[in-house]
């Protein structure tokens, strides 16, 4: 990967579809957060090839991953192993991270482990509401913080609202208070030397993510899911200041493309010595690409 290169590295993508055409999320959830997002048909699944290529036209990288809440869900995710495939066939533009669910355990932890040491994943993502646990259960997910901060990868969390869910009867059983931000303040508080990233501007959490990320020095926020012209002034202000090494540009792809939110970030008053460190070089140093 020539970082020379690059424009920008994004830092949350989603692999949704395998090289099977299996989904990751069953077809009512995948329904209702398609008409959320307002993004429609194929432009919602991707390929991880088509994947490559797409960011590859634009000169940038991406941190690609499923999202594994079989558990929860009873929907298989794709493959960790096939996201992987493609990141290691696709060096210059993939980075490849993993999800694992929490309630596979020790079967879980093992999975883990070979994924960093057999196909190079970089960070393993979570997403507390879908997979249904809080993060900071000490009987879930500390198993898998100890393979991740021991091999020097990036835990990705997801905090706040999600658009997975939303419109559906009961929000398809998914339940907004496991991503609140402050759960992730014990995990960071129990794993000094982890490295995390909050996902998403953390509605409607977004002072306690700002305290976090703040306080704890291996904590990161990324700015993905959200147009940034909807962004809070409070967000907008730490990451012009105080969190200016630790914010990341993100843009949830497929469900919000990185040419619109790059297109609203270029509106946003950030400052010029500001905006390639959240365009590239935070991802950079903390992926461990420089």
């Given amino acids: 990967m020539d ?4 424009t920008a590295i994004d830092v949350h993508t989603h692999a949704e579809v395998s090289s099977k055409g299996h989904a990751s999320l069953d077809e009512d959830l995948d329904a209702a ?30 941190v690609v991953f499923t999202v594994d809440a079989e558990s929860a869900t009873g929907t298989a995710p794709v493959p960790n192993e096939e996201v992987a495939e493609a990141a290691a066939a696709h060096p210059d533009v993939l980075i490849p991270f993993a999800s694992v669910d929490p309630f596979r355990g020790k ?3 093992r999975q883990a482990r070979r994924l ?6 970089k960070g393993f993502k979570f997403h507390p509401s879908i997979q249904g646990f809080f993060p900071n259960d000490r009987s879930l997910a500390y198993g898998l913080y100890e393979v991740i901060e021991e091999t020097g990868c990036v835990a990705l969390f997801h905090t706040g609202q999600t658009g997975i869910g939303a419109g559906v009867p009961g929000g398809g059983g998914i339940r907004l208070k496991y991503s609140n931000p402050m759960h992730v303040d014990d995990v960071a508080a129990d794993f000094p030397h982890l490295k995390i990233i909050l996902a998403h501007p953390s509605f ?6 700002l305290a976090v990320a703040t306080h704890k020095p291996g904590v990161h926020i990324d700015l993905s899911g959200w147009s940034p012209k909807y962004f809070p002034p409070q967000l907008v202000h730490y990451a012009n200041t105080l969190l200016k090494d630790k914010v990341l540009f993100g843009s949830d792809f ?8 790059l297109a609203d970030f ?25």
């Fill in 3 to 6: 970082l020379s290169e690059l």
């Fill in 33 to 62: 957060s398609s008409a959320y997002f307002k993004v429609e048909g194929r432009k919602r699944k991707p390929t991880l090839e088509e994947m490559a290529a797409y960011y590859r036209e634009r000169k940038m990288a991406a």
């Fill in 107 to 109: 079967a879980g932890v």
């Fill in 116 to 121: 960093v040491e057999e196909y190079g994943v």
């Fill in 204 to 209: 409607p959490w977004q002072d306690e993510a």
């Fill in 254 to 261: 497929p469900v919000l493309t990185p040419d619109r939110w």
């Fill in 266 to 290: 270029a509106k946003l008053a950030i400052k010029d010595e500001v905006r390639p460190k959240i365009l590239k070089e935070n991802a950079a140093r903390l992926l461990g690409l420089k």
